[in-house]
């Protein structure tokens, strides 16, 4: 079984940062941040790989958002910086046995944690 549970999600101010987290039962797998806002797809948001930790951003977060993974834990952060109003969603996590950037590609995923990001 591969289980992820998020957490650090909250309501902060424009301009303002959070933290992610992702506490996963397993490890070896591709892990990957999506997000969700009301009446919008699912979108890709970062990537990360368990070897040797080689990340991937999507052009709206990249210089914005960090992904990095704690390998002891099982563990993969978010940390998210200059926070717009526009990264309002709901945020998932998800582990892949192959790198992707599609979420039908995630057979695994948490439950998902609310941010709001307020003007």
């Known amino acids: 079984q591969v289980q992820l549970v998020e957490s650090g999600g909250g309501l902060v101010q424009a301009g303002g940062s959070l933290r992610l987290s992702c506490a996963a039962s397993v490890s070896g797998y591709f892990m990957g941040w999506f997000r969700q806002a009301p009446g919008k797809e699912r979108e890709f948001v970062a990537a990360?790989?368990?070897?040797?930790?080689?990340?991937y951003y999507a052009d709206i977060v990249k210089r914005r958002f960090t992904i990095s993974r704690d390998k002891a834990e099982n563990t993969v952060l978010l940390q998210m910086g200059s926070l717009e109003p526009e990264d309002t969603a709901v945020y998932y996590c998800a582990a892949s046995r192959s790198l992707s950037f599609r979420g039908k590609d995630y057979p695994y995923w948490g439950q998902g944690t609310q941010v709001t990001v307020s003007s």
């Open positions: 990360i790989t368990w070897s040797d930790s080689n990340t």
